[in-house]
């Protein structure tokens, strides 16, 4: 069997995607990405699936659309049925109607009748799920850096820090799954550009404890990388579109702040702008600086 | 924006490049096998004629879509490489039909089946083993034993537990190579936390005290038993326990191991299910009275197996370095070991025919003489179909076997057996043994010593009961209407059923 190719450069992304070749743009299918995956999200949580699950679905779905075009497969169907795809193989399975139930409450915002379009759906998820899983040439075996970065941070970080350092790596872990970061990097990669932006949310400068060796050595990622997953990463939180409705008061005031080169000050608007546990540690980390 | 309508999918296109590939790049040839879990075929590469075995995912009856078991076998078989593990060479879809029920073009590609794509394997253990007149060789034992363990290590340091070693499970080819296979049941495990998982698992006569006690919690180990169980089966010529249920299992385990106690296995009074099965009283272990024909080192190993705490039973790794394997006569290389005929291309329609026939004589003969089921069985059979497995009762009594689907003729596993019944083999086709009635089998005293002449040690191949004329190697014994398991008919019933066998198709009912 040929060995399947996972990993694009982001120019292959910008321009040859399917989708791209149906006529649609890099900024529409950005776009999509963005709405697939914080569906995904979503519906993830309202089904009680572990966040191993989600991960999962997102990628599956994220991968299925370098190989097929959403001018052909609508993506709500396709984010659907990698949910229910993703909850089997990661062994938190979910009744493909539940899986419906809630992705059409999400969707249209209304519980669906249980009617025979309902069950015209299901069927659609089974014969699509086929869909998927040939498109995918059934690599359904997906790794995340969730557990690497976690043992990094156990091992190499203060105690004391270890909570905060740890959940911030995390919360750009899943933030990361929103960009096509996992179409061009691999999961230990991923994992050092999540670590060393959740270093530096918290302040913490990490000392190489192996000789001069930089810590990121052991992930296998270079330092251009490195910073290349950081930026787009970073980049996920100016789009517009990203930001929720409720913040969109104080975007232009924090965009401005954003284009200063300051890797702290970009964290610290980004904070504002969306995730709250990062917020809260960044105002505690204020308070004790002062 | 273009984008597809509400619910819309692309599925009136093959896969794209790099995607599966269609089963037209296959050739059928012959169907091999038969069971619960789908259908076999044997089949050529078109493009470069290389013979290989495609495995049908049986899909119409989940109503879940594609099985979970079968997504988590992929996905462990994707992981592992290793020669003495089959190979998932590839996965397959077949486009379906053309026209829908109405006659109406149906161009979706994706209403068809799916097939994966292994290495053909000419034989399985069990089949070869049950072979009218083959008798291993102590170097070809441990030959088998040697890959047998070597395979199961890597799926150990690959955290992967196999789940459901049993002979029908470790297919061989004409190279003497020995290939783990079935993955249906496998789970990755972690050392660090390791979750809750089923204790329904492994073909009863493999499985271990501690699943049998009840435990979730648990690791390599358990592959670790059913090795030693089919070690002790090559050199015994016969399975070494095969309960009728799970009460009767771990009986018999105790009555060979002896009966646990702190001392022996710390913890085990707090297994779940401890107090309703310890023993009345307590039993010595025996496993060196019973098996005392066996040579030395045979033995030592064995011992270190078959122990019932699984925290002193011995690893792949450490087994791979005991004297047996280091001593005289040393494991042959597997390429000196003798061809046999295969066990799927040589078998004609006429045999079948015949067999069918012969099955269908010995049921009218059953039925007029029903109490005479027991005493005319023969002594010994493996695998095959209910109606070659009729001496002890098929299957664990396990509520998950009601809801096995009839099947009436199985091959002997789920991954592909020759799919038609072996010959009762003889009671002797192994290594002398000289213990044939002795103690803890007595269960089964009424086919081993009342048709059957006592085996004496060292005595040359005798050969079983009369099977029917015509029947050649592939006669069967009388039909199984036995007690117990009556649903005895499905793939794997002549050795104790596949504990989840039946509920392959029900992926949400069960811990994982």
Partial sequence: ?290 | MVMADLGKLNVEEPPPIWGSRSVDCFEKLEQIGEGTYGQVYMAKEIKTGEIVALKKIRMDNEREGFPITAIREIKILKKLHHENVIQLKEIVTSPGRDRDDQGKPDNNKYKGGIYMVFDYMDHDLTGLADRPGLRFTVPQIKCYMKQLLTGLHYCHVNQVLHRDIKGSNLLIDNEGNLKLADFGLARSFSHDHAGNLTNRVITLWYRPPELLLGATKYGPAIDMWSVGCIFAELLHAKPILPGKNEHEQLNKIFELCGSPDENIWPGVSKMPWYNNFKPARPLKRRVREFFRHFDRHALELLEKMLVLDPSQRISAKDALDAEYFWTDPLPCDPKSLPTYESSHEFQTKKKRQQQRQNEEAAKRQKLQHPQQQHSRLPPLQHGGQSHAAPHWPAGPNHPNNNALPQVPAGPSHHFYGNGKPRGPPAPNRYPPSGNQSGGYNQNRGGYSSGSYPPQGRGAPYVAGPRRPSGGGAYGVGPPNYTQGGQYGGSGSSGRGQNPMGGNRNQQYGWQQ
């Fill in chain 1, 1 to 290: 069997m040929a060995e399947p190719r996972w990993y694009y450069t982001r120019e292959e992304i910008e321009k040859n995607s399917p989708s791209r070749l149906d006529g649609m743009n890099f900024k529409d299918e950005t776009i999509h990405r963005w709405c697939y995956t914080s569906f995904l999200q979503d519906l993830g949580h309202r089904l009680n699936h572990p966040q191993k699950s989600i991960a999962t679905a997102i990628v599956l779905c994220q991968r299925f659309f370098t190989r097929q075009s959403i001018a052909k497969n609508d993506p709500r169907m396709v984010a659907t049925i990698c949910m229910f795809l993703a909850g089997k193989v990661e062994g938190s399975p979910r009744p493909a109607g539940d899986v419906l139930f809630f992705s059409h409450r999400l969707l249209f915002n209304k519980d669906p009748l249980i009617d025979a379009k309902f069950e015209r759906l299901k069927a659609t998820v089974f014969t699509g799920e086929k869909l998927v899983m040939a498109t995918l040439g059934f690599d359904l075996d997906i790794e995340h850096p969730y557990k690497l970065v976690m043992d990094w941070v156990k091992r190499c970080v203060k105690a004391e820090d270890f909570r905060r350092v740890g959940q911030a790596a995390l919360n750009f872990v899943n933030n990361m799954l929103r960009t096509s970061l996992c179409l061009q990097f691999g999961p230990s990669q991923l994992g050092a550009g999540a670590i060393y932006l959740g270093l530096s949310l918290c302040k913490i400068k990490y000392l190489p404890c192996d000789g001069d060796k930089a810590w990121w050595v052991e992930f296998g990622i270079s330092k251009r990388q490195l910073k290349e997953i950081c930026d787009q990463t970073l980049d996920l939180y100016v789009q517009d579109f990203v930001v929720p409705a409720g913040a969109r008061g104080f975007t232009s005031r924090h965009l401005l702040c954003y284009t200063a080169a300051s890797c702290t000050q970009r964290l610290y608007c980004l904070c504002q702008l969306l995730d709250h546990t990062l917020q809260f540690q960044l105002l505690q980390l204020e308070s004790k600086n002062q």
